[in-house]
């Protein structure tokens, strides 16, 4: 009888471990999620600014681009 009792002492020992672990990574993924949306709050306003520029040299190089390859002066 004894041993019934130690073997389900080591087993909520073991549940208490797993329960804390799953709680500092719950907490590790919150903290991870905010630094993922500030991080994505800086790079936007960058993003749009190169997509801009890219978009304005395509349409540029468009504008130069002639089909059979000869310009006129």
């Not at 500030?38 to 978009?55: C, D, F, M, T, W």
């Not at 540029?60 to 310009?71: M, S």
């Amino acid at each position: 009888m004894g041993w019934a009792q130690v073997f389900v002492g080591v087993a909520f020992a073991g549940l208490v471990v797993l329960a804390v672990c799953s709680v500092k990574v719950f907490r590790a993924l919150r903290t991870l999620g905010r630094e993922l949306e500030r991080a994505r709050r800086r790079i936007e306003p960058k993003q749009s600014a190169l997509s801009g520029e890219l978009r304005r040299l395509r349409d540029a190089q468009e504008a130069e681009h002639v089909p059979d390859g000869v310009r006129s002066s």
